[in-house]
């Protein structure tokens, strides 16, 4: 994580060196000059809204197929304030053998009543202490009707039909085979 913010300093740095010897000792024209600040100060904007993927903000990405859910944290819709609910996953990669693998990530869902249900259901066994292996299912019947080119995450206000939209399914994991224990003498 710091090593990723000491080379974005430094290519801004580099960047703002070269800027400055640009504006300095080239010829060209004062609005010339002004539009090349302007654009270049622009793309610091959206390096940073790019950046926080990386610094740790739930990603809106596609969840894995297959993962191992670490904690889930719900915010319903506020009609009042006219906010839209979220459910937020934290989770584990998981490889073929179903092992987890790699940091937790985060990930932000739109808010759904099936969801909503699923996602606290599942919170309250972790409470329980239950370790859970979560899958994407899509409660398609038709899987020619999915649509892959779509945002999987958001629901359009003019469908209220759910079905293409991805829900989770949650197992638990069962506790690991350990051989007996045997007694030790001495």
Known sequence: MIEERILLVSAYVAITALLLIFCLYSKFSNKLKTVVVVVMASFYVFTWIGYKQVLGWPSTQEIPEEFRLIWVSIDEPDKFNKREGKIYFWIRYMDKAGIPFGKPRAYSLVWNEKNHKIAQSAL???????????????????????????????????????????????????????????????
């Not at 329980?128 to 080119?149: C, H, I, P, S, W």
């Not at 003019?158 to 224990?181: H, I, R, Y």
Request: charged content about 30%.
């Open 124 to 186: 309250l066994k972790l409470k329980d202490g239950t370790q859970l292996n979560g899958r994407k299912t899509y409660g398609v019947l038709d899987a020619d009707k999915f649509d892959e080119m779509a945002n999987p995450y958001e629901e359009s206000v003019s469908n209220n039909n759910v079905e293409g939209n991805p829900s989770f399914e949650f197992q638990e994991v069962a506790p690991p085979s350990l051989p007996p224990k045997t007694k030790f003498e001495n």
